[in-house]
């Protein structure tokens, strides 16, 4: 009977392969272990999924060079697969080590699914809204524990918009000490006050400190995060109440 029961995880488990590939612009490798058996199956039920892949690349532009991640229990309603969906009766937690290369996030940070997130970024400075327009940002991995970011500018402040580039290296957190800024400095235009730079300073602890994130039907938190010399490793905690349709890989 053991036997049989990994039969049948293991056809699930290729065509689950299969039909994600499909849909990923590239990939390298893929692995998928839907740990089911025939009448979990049938009731739209798995025990968990476990995935590792290399190289994978999605709309063209987010590139992951490697990923393993593994969900709990799913719970999936049968007939939405008849119909070419997949709805989910509950909300599926998973848990994932993601691992980027700097070329991933820079490759990233200039796709067109990204900056259509980057808008203007407001800021309250003694009771004066000013205006953060990101043009272009890059992030280099030059070292064990640090991030150095490159970036250009439009800052309008008191009626007027000009141009600034900067560059900034920080050290991510660690058990032992909070996010730490280590330089930052104009290397165009004519610098910015003090005031601005604690408005901004505080912005970025406002969002570095929420329980979690949201995109879609998703909710994710990054528990660790580690530099190395040329490679970002996110350890993240995921909850999908729902499978869009537009990511709807998994229709078997």
Known sequence: MPDE??????????EAERKISEKLDEVEKIEIDVETDLL???????DGVSVAGKGLVIQQDIRVEE??????????DPLSVIFGQIKLNQPVNAIAKITLTEAD???ALSSELIR??????????????????LEQ???F?????????RGN?????????RPLAYTAIARPRTDSQPIMLESFNCTQGNGISIELVTALMHKAKEFLNLPYYTWEDMKFSVKDLKVEIGNLILMVETQVRQIPLSSNVLSL
């Open 153 to 161: 500018v439009l800052l309008k402040e008191m009626g007027n918009t």
């Open 116 to 133: 259509e997130q980057m808008q203007s970024l407001e800021l309250n400075v003694d009771g004066e809204i000013v205006s953060l327009e």
């Open 5 to 14: 029961h990994r039969l049948e995880e293991k056809l699930l488990s290729q």
């Open 141 to 149: 991995l030059p070292d064990a524990g640090k991030m150095e970011f």
């Open 137 to 139: 940002i890059q992030v």
């Open 67 to 76: 990923i393993k991640l593994q969900t709990d229990g799913i719970n999936i």
């Open 40 to 46: 979990k199956i049938a009731q739209g039920q798995a």
């Open 105 to 107: 996030i820079n490759r």
